[in-house]
């Protein structure tokens, strides 16, 4: 039966930040959908988990923090960094293949 007491308990009075995240990722639709194709390249390269954090470590030369920043994906990272971790020809058909869908994508659009 529905209680309004643990209702309220449930109810915080720090305001949600949900409206604001989700505009974010409507505004960088696009750059979200590069990053998630890294993010795979990555993973099919070195995995997941701490043999991946060791990879970030050795490859960048970095701290436990931003290696961890990284795997969070929380880290802002260089073009040079990208192709250290993914290595530049991963990085170039991912960007190809991505270009390629973008411009398929507005056709359809044009086509419509």
Known sequence: MFNIENFKKLW?????????????????REWLRISGAITIAFIDKHGTGDEARAKIKELLTCDDNKANDIMKGKADLSLSEICKLIGFE???????DY???LLSKRQQKQIK
């Open 90 to 96: 991963e990085f170039a058909r991912t960007m190809n």
């Open 99 to 101: 270009v390629f869908w």
């Open 12 to 28: 915080s009075d720090t305001p949600s930040n949900w409206k604001k995240e989700a505009q974010w990722r409507v505004d960088n």
